[in-house]
């Protein structure tokens, strides 16, 4: 799950996109794409791995449906992608446009994993929970777990940067690196068999390193919607349903948490090599990657945060740290700075084993794009040519 990495690893180190040239175009090589906006995916490992152990297998493109422009323009950013779902919000259209291949009906209603996009529903979380006066972004791991943080190096660590991927906790945690190498090679979820008092028992154990620098971390943002679970409850599916998903009518969107929970339609995806991978429900780490969604849902959503009109659409706008003159981190979302004047995009994307995605919108224009496939291979260049206004759609 993951913005820009060099190239992607377990912790998922990010950089700076180079200059991109959206052309319509063949992808270049996999492990150089997630160069473009990759955020230290999730599923870095499980990718590298499978690539490692197996001959590249390109899976084919599915056949299109729905927004007949939106497939024809976008086809040839998607070689080596197989079932995809695409939802364009276009400035001047109300309705979302709807697009796919491989997909039934090209409507939106198929389920992907959408990765680290999940992390921005965590976001939304803690941006209620200041607006209910709940929590605030000074608050400690200490504030919050009391005596059960003492003696650990991220007592004082703040919920802003947890949010903002300043904390220094690594992406995994070092004790969990002997299970989730060989689960990620084996093509299963890394986190499984995790529950929420572990991960936070894995980071309360962690000594943290080059605390605010900005390192992309699934175990901050794993922390930090298990921290706003112990300020407010219930448990992170429930608190997300009655919180965000159900006022915004995501009846399609899902926290499994565990393989028991998924719907008997879910489906494995594909890693990079063409081989089948597990689901990752993640369990107690779901706030930072667990989420399942479908492009129509996923449109409701962005399209809401975009308008403002979203339970704790402050998190995305309010830009919390700055990163370089192109680059900020609000609460969980990322701004970029397109080339020239093609605006500012508000964004997320995301990896599993098996998927990935992204979610995005262009500020200055209003133009919003969703991506979702069923293939761990960078949606990024897409997505980025889309908002900067140079797919024909």
Avoid: C
């Avoid at 679970?229 to 009518?249: M, N, Q």
């Avoid at 494995?268 to 369990?283: E, F, K, Y």
């Avoid at 479908?294 to 809401?304: F, G, I, K, S, V």
């Amino acid at each position: 799950m993951s913005a820009p990495t060099d190239p992607p690893s377990p912790h998922g180190a990010p950089s700076d996109p180079p200059p991109v040239d959206r052309r319509p175009k063949p992808p270049p090589p996999t492990v150089d794409r997630r160069r473009v906006l990759a955020l230290g995916g999730i599923g870095a490992i499980a990718v590298l791995g499978a690539a490692a152990l197996t001959a590249p297998r390109p899976r084919r493109l599915g056949e299109p449906s729905g927004d007949e422009s939106l497939t024809s323009a976008l086809a040839p950013y998607l070689a080596g992608h197989s079932r995809v779902g695409i939802a364009v919000l276009d400035p001047d259209v109300e309705e979302p446009r709807l697009a796919g291949f491989g997909t039934d009906d090209g409507e939106g209603a198929e389920e992907f994993e959408i990765g680290s996009v999940s992390k921005t529903f965590t976001g939304a979380l803690l941006a209620l929970a200041i607006e209910h006066g709940e929590a605030d972004l000074s608050d400690t791991v200490a504030d919050i777990l009391g005596e059960g943080a003492t003696g650990s190096d991220i007592a004082d660590v703040q919920l802003e940067e947890l949010a903002t991927h300043t904390s220094g906790l690594p992406t995994i945690p070092p004790s969990r690196l002997p299970l989730t190498i060989p689960a990620s090679l084996l093509r299963k979820d890394p986190y499984a068999g995790r529950d929420a008092e572990g991960v936070i028992a894995d980071a309360l154990a962690v000594t943290p390193t080059g605390r605010g620098d900005y390192a992309y971390s699934n175990l901050a943002i794993a922390l930090l919607g298990q921290l706003l679970v112990r300020l407010v409850g219930p448990a992170y599916p429930e608190l997300l349903r009655e919180r965000v998903l159900d006022p915004l009518g995501l009846a399609a969107t899902t926290v499994p948490e565990v393989p028991a929970n998924l719907a008997p339609t879910a489906r494995d995806g594909a890693a990079v090599s063409g081989l089948s991978a597990a689901p990752w429900t993640m369990a107690g780490t779901a706030p930072a990657g667990g989420i399942r969604s479908t492009p129509a849902d996923m449109a409701t959503y962005l399209q809401a945060m975009r308008d403002g009109t979203a339970p704790g659409a402050s998190a995305a706008t309010e830009v919390l740290r700055e990163r370089s003159g192109t680059r900020r981190t609000a609460m969980t979302w990322h701004h970029l700075d397109l080339d020239g004047e093609a605006g500012t995009v508000i964004w997320h994307n995301g990896m599993t084993g098996g998927y990935a995605s992204f979610v995005g919108w262009n500020r200055d224009t209003g133009l919003g794009v969703v991506l979702l496939t069923d293939t761990a291979l960078s949606l990024d260049e897409a997505a980025l040519a889309v908002l900067a206004g140079e797919v024909e759609r």
